[in-house]
């Protein structure tokens, strides 16, 4: 079982960036796909970032979010910068045991409690 927390959610103004984290309790955490999700209140879950052997992005925050994995500290980082109010959302991390990349988050095995982010305009 892979336990994952969140961490570096925030309040920031409109503009700014922030750096979320999520930690892996699995050391072979790098045989999983991961991906970062995020849900507003009212709204369904949405795919936001997504990484196997390269990266994928939705639309909404290509060129401006930044998906990676450190395997030195068994986390998988998301930086988001040039933030916007409609980025406001709870953020979650989720592993997929299949090494294969998906936007959704039916196919994600593992999930962590989630990260609040909130950017005022």
């Known amino acids: 079982q892979v336990q994952l927390v969140e961490s570096g959610g925030g309040l920031v103004q409109a503009g700014a960036s922030l750096r979320l984290s999520c930690a892996a309790s699995e050391r072979t955490f790098n045989s999983y796909a991961a991906a970062w999700f995020r849900q507003a209140p009212g709204n369904e879950r949405e795919f936001v970032a997504g990484?196997?052997?390269?990266?994928y992005y939705a639309d909404s925050v290509k060129g401006r979010f930044t998906i990676s994995r450190d395997n030195a500290t068994n986390t998988v980082n998301l930086r988001m910068n040039s933030l916007k109010p409609e980025d406001t959302a709870v953020y979650y991390c989720a592993f997929r045991r299949q090494f294969r990349g998906s936007r959704s988050p039916n196919d994600y095995d593992y999930w962590g409690r989630g990260t609040q982010v909130t950017v005022s305009s």
């Open positions: 990484l196997t052997w390269s990266t």
